[in-house]
């Protein structure tokens, strides 16, 4: 079973950056498609960014520009650089690596943009 673990959130001022990382149990990473999605309090959780096979990358409209999703297979681990943080950005933040039919879900972790 391949476990995910989110890291990186915190407290950031508007206009500040915080780097998120997913690091994964296994090696898999190389094979699969993972995703960032996040969930703000009340709303559905959303797609922001995807890195695929290839290193070929999407993001959502509001976070191009901002947001860069980036991939070391070493590691076994993805990151989510954000910059230039909005207060609209808090949400609880979730990496998703597909595989096949297999999805795997971290645990999320926290961002809070506030002055």
């Known amino acids: 079973q391949v476990q995910l673990v989110e890291s990186g959130g915190g407290l950031v001022q508007p206009g500040g950056s915080l ?10 990473f190389d094979m699969a498609v ?8 009340g709303k559905q959780r959303e797609f922001v960014a995807s890195i695929q096979r290839g290193s070929f ?3 959502k409209d509001s ?6 999703i980036s991939r070391d297979n070493a590691r076994n681990t993805v990151y989510l ?6 207060p609209e ?3 609880v933040y979730y990496c998703n690596a ?6 795997y ?7 809070t943009v506030s002055s």
Do not use: E
């Open 89 to 91: 950005d808090t949400a």
């Open 98 to 103: 597909k595989l096949g039919v297999l999805s």
């Open 105 to 111: 879900w971290g645990q999320g972790t926290q961002v």
């Open 81 to 86: 650089q954000m910059n230039s943080l909005k």
């Open 19 to 28: 780097r998120l990382s997913c690091a994964a149990s296994g090696n898999i």
């Open 63 to 68: 976070v191009k520009g901002r947001f860069t």
């Open 57 to 59: 990358t999407v993001y």
């Open 34 to 41: 993972v995703d960032w999605y996040r969930q703000a309090p």
